[in-house]
């Protein structure tokens, strides 16, 4: 009765509803996944600063220490400080200003200090002495971040973008030593007289806003979805059940016509 489920046709049907049950509950669990992400990401940003050291090692990845709110105490290191040309705020052209800081524990932290549309302005100036500065932790920035074109060649105290690679590169940071990622400056103690423009996390790094209601309904939109092609593949195999137990199934579509036996010859009697 049920041995056309095996023929081609059939395993096709199965094959297709396998899929689209499986696609759904991935596509399901990428939406909770989304919304735990950006949720989570949120909540790492609104808790306490606390010092770089206690979160972070020295070229170590910083993991869940990403987005955090810190702090790092030490001295800037003047002449190690670069310009990353091509950044844009409030619709003007400009360039982060990024400069190391060596803390108290020998960590080289990069600071994003803010953004300047020249670079001989004032606020591009170092401030001497030890400064207190406190804000977030931000991953390395990848090439993708980059807006020169490629095999661009920059001038001196420049870099394409805020990575260990690039601060060892151009501005001789060992990363052994350095941070893996930088620090977004909020705020800096003692003030200087002339800053960069202070950068806010959410446009330097923004989190993907998804509503928990919207993205929990799409969640269970998925599911749904799953649990429909369940549905269509019961009530397709249940027809076909129902078909050849009255007798009139394609004789194409399964080998059953073999199960009924020719009627066998009569002979004459002589």
């Not at 199965?14 to 939406?31: D, F, K, P």
């Not at 007798?247 to 194409?252: K, L, Q, R, S, T």
């Amino acid at each position: 009765m049920y041995r056309f489920l095996l023929t081609p046709r059939w395993l096709l049907l199965h094959v297709v509803t396998v899929a689209a049950v499986a696609g759904c509950l991935l596509l399901g669990w990428w939406q909770a996944d989304v919304y735990q992400d950006s949720s989570g990401r949120h909540e790492q940003r609104d808790r306490e600063p606390v010092a770089v050291a206690e979160l972070a090692a020295p070229g170590a990845e910083l993991g869940d220490a990403a987005d955090r709110p810190a702090v790092a105490t030490g001295t800037y290191l003047a002449g190690q400080q670069q310009l990353v040309p091509g950044r844009v705020h409030d619709g003007t052209l400009g360039s982060f200003v990024v400069t190391p800081l060596r803390t108290d524990g020998g960590m080289v932290v990069p600071v994003l200090r803010g953004w300047v549309d020249d670079p001989g302005d004032a606020g591009v100036a170092v401030p001497s002495g030890e400064v207190t500065i406190t804000g977030y932790l931000l991953p390395p920035e990848t090439p993708d971040h980059a807006t020169v074109r490629t095999g661009q060649q920059l001038e001196d105290g420049r870099i394409a973008y805020i990575a260990p690679d690039q601060l060892a590169q151009r501005a001789g940071v060992s990363e052994a030593t350095a941070l893996h990622g930088y620090l977004l400056q909020r705020e800096e103690s003692p003030e200087p007289a002339a800053a960069p423009v202070p950068l806010d996390v959410d446009a330097v790094a923004p989190i993907r806003d998804v509503s928990p209601w919207q993205n929990l309904s799409y969640w269970a939109q998925w599911w749904v979805f799953a649990l429909a092609a369940v549905v269509f593949w019961v009530s397709i195999v249940r027809n076909g059940v129902r078909t050849r137990r009255r007798g009139d199934a394609p004789a194409d579509d399964d080998n059953e016509s073999d199960d009924v036996s020719a009627p066998a010859p009569s002979h004459a009697p002589s």
